[in-house]
């Protein structure tokens, strides 16, 4: 599924459609904790000032996905949003208040995240992307 939303990405500009249509879609690329490889993972987000917030939701599974954890070994990671690619570094934000008002844009943005919550006993981890 990846592979088809990373050609879709590149090929419309950063514009995607199926689950992602009229989100706002980036393609992170992490170095894998264990393999050291690069991974590419797409990823709904949203902003908070010049910082882009991704939530490792993923779907509400009981554990957070592969590419949370490859950052948390590796902050720092690569970003493409619409034709732009560029460097960052990647913060789990551990503050709650902070991870909860902005995972309540994420709610905003895409209502799916409300029902992520409900289905998993984690709280879902916040990560803010700055250049």
């Known amino acids: 599924m990846n592979r088809g939303v990373v050609e ?3 090929a419309n500009k950063g514009v995607v459609g199926g689950m992602f249509e009229g989100k706002n ?19 709904v987000y949203t902003r908070d000032g010049d910082r882009l917030v991704i939530a490792a939701s993923m779907g509400g599974a009981p554990k957070n996905p592969a590419w949370f954890h ?16 560029f ?10 208040a902070e991870r909860d008002r902005l995972y309540a844009g994420m709610i905003a943005h895409a209502e799916g995240f409300a029902d992520y919550e409900k289905k998993t006993t ?4 916040i990560v803010v992307l700055e250049r």
């Open 70 to 85: 490859n950052l948390v070994a590796n902050p720092k990671v690569t970003v493409e949003v619409g034709e732009e690619t």
């Open 122 to 125: 984690r709280l879902i981890p």
């Open 25 to 43: 879609v980036l393609l992170l690329t992490t170095i894998g904790a264990k393999s050291g490889e690069e991974r590419l993972s797409p990823l």
């Open 8 to 10: 879709e990405f590149h």
């Open 87 to 96: 460097d960052a570094t990647a913060t789990v934000i551990t503050d709650r």
